[in-house]
């Protein structure tokens, strides 16, 4: 005869079935109301979480510009960089042709200038010096009216003081009756030009003139810079209706000296005017200097003299 089983079972199906439905009725539940807890917090709250998305996509937006801003510029600094390099080699190369040049101008011997001769002019009988209205530095002309030239280049500087001294001692002996006009000029590095007076007149020469006059050249003495540009301070004097040019020049004009000659020679012959020339410093040591002065005086129906330190 079997015996009767004794195990006792907790759970049995029907048991299951009940705890599975009220499983399903919970999760019916949850998605049934679901979309109510997103709205069961304070609206303040929510809206300052979408302030806080909006700045954090406004700050990712910056970022963005920020992160392509600092690759333009670290493109642009590999540029200057290369350009840089580029300029640094030139300047390497141009330094090594400047050494080369100085070895090479240290290795040619410099030559002694060739001392010439000091022209003393020759003083005139004075039967033909009767009619001279003018005579100052020997220079002697009947002139009545005189446009000063003065080089006011750069290596005038050294003889400043002897060029203010020779001007000034030139308008010693005018007076009433005579007219005069200064030219200053230097290249700097086209002509620069002073005229005096500024209206490019003749002024008589008067004492208050001529005081005018020495200040001017005065003024004139602290301005020496730049170049030579002979040929067109000639060209300015050579506007003024006066009857001699003097020119004071201590150097070699920019311009070839015989072309001044040859060109200020052949615009004279309508104006007839007489252009003395005077050398300032040390002239004997330049010959070329000069045989330029004189030539131009001689051509022109003037004279020459040297002034020295």
Do not use: C
């Not at 602290?222 to 209706?241: C, D, I, N, V, W």
């Amino acid at each position: 005869m079997r015996r009767p089983s004794r195990e006792t079972s907790i759970f049995n199906v029907s048991a299951v079935d009940l705890f599975a439905s009220a499983l399903g009725a919970f999760i019916l539940l949850v998605m049934i109301l679901f979309p109510y807890y997103r709205n069961a917090g304070d609206d303040s709250a929510h809206s300052r979480i979408q302030d806080i998305l909006e700045q954090r996509n406004l700050a990712a937006g910056e970022m963005v510009e920020l992160l392509a801003s600092q690759q333009r510029a670290e493109a642009e600094l590999e540029q200057l960089n290369e350009a840089n390099q580029g300029i640094e080699q030139r300047l390497s190369r141009k330094r090594t042709e400047l050494k080369d040049l100085k070895t090479q101008l240290a290795d040619i011997p410099i030559a002694k200038p060739v001392p010439v001769e000091e022209i003393i002019p020759e003083v005139e009988p004075a039967g033909t010096t009767a009619s001279v209205e003018f005579s100052i530095l020997g220079l002697a002309t009947g002139a009545k009216s005189f446009v000063f030239v003065i080089d006011m280049s750069g290596s005038m500087m050294a003889f400043s003081e002897l060029m203010l001294d020779s001007v000034l001692e030139m308008f010693k002996p005018l007076d009433e009756s005579n007219s005069l006009a200064i030219v200053g000029y230097q290249g700097d590095p086209s002509p620069v030009i002073w005229n005096y007076p500024e209206r490019k007149q003749l002024m008589q020469a008067t004492p208050e003139n001529l005081r005018q006059a020495s200040e001017f050249v005065i003024g004139l003495s602290r301005r020496f810079a730049g170049s030579t540009p002979t040929h067109a301070a000639l060209m300015e004097a050579l506007q003024y209706k006066a009857d001699a040019i003097i020119l004071l020049s201590d150097g070699q004009p920019d311009t070839n000296p015989a072309y001044i000659i040859q060109d200020i020679t052949n615009k004279n012959r309508f104006a007839g005017m007489e252009i003395h020339t005077v050398a300032i410093g040390d002239y004997t040591q330049n010959r070329s200097l000069v045989m330029f002065l004189q030539t131009l005086s001689q051509r022109n129906n003037g004279d020459f003299v040297g002034v020295s330190r």
